[in-house]
């Protein structure tokens, strides 16, 4: 049973830092890929970045590209996002995303595989 744990959210002030990290446990198998999506109060869950194991191709959301980095250590099945230059309206639940089917991409939230728990990032202006 593959397990994804979330760590690393709280609360910042705008242009402030954070860094959440996801291990996924429960399986010696490298994931295809790993993502990071968010979801604010009233608003549906969005895929913000996402990385594949392969090659390493990289996707960031618009509202997040150039202030947040998602880089992966494979050897532990870890996702890390490092977030940057934090806005309020960064302000959401994080949840970590992943999948261990070959060709899956992390990007449509109804197709991915294994979620986390979800961790909170409240940016206070």
């Known amino acids: 049973q593959v397990q994804l744990r979330e760590s690393g959210g709280g609360s910042a002030q705008a242009g402030g830092s954070l860094r959440l990290s996801c291990a996924a446990s429960?399986?010696?198998?490298?994931?295809?890929?790993m993502a990071w999506f968010r979801q604010a109060p009233g608003k549906e869950r969005e895929v913000i970045a996402r990385?594949?194991?392969?090659?390493?191709?990289?996707y960031y959301d618009d509202s997040v590209e150039g202030r947040f980095t998602i880089s992966q250590d494979n050897a532990k099945n870890t996702v890390y996002l490092l977030m940057n230059s934090l806005r309020p309206e960064d302000t959401a639940m994080y949840y970590c995303?992943?999948?261990?089917?070959?060709?899956?991409?992390?990007?449509?939230?109804?197709?991915?595989?294994?979620w986390g728990q979800g961790t909170q990032v409240t940016v206070s202006s």
């Open positions: 429960g399986t010696t198998a490298r994931s295809t890929c």
């Open positions: 995303a992943a999948d261990f089917r070959p060709n899956f991409s992390c990007l449509i939230s109804p197709t991915v595989q294994h």
């Open positions: 990385i594949l194991a392969s090659n390493s191709d990289l």
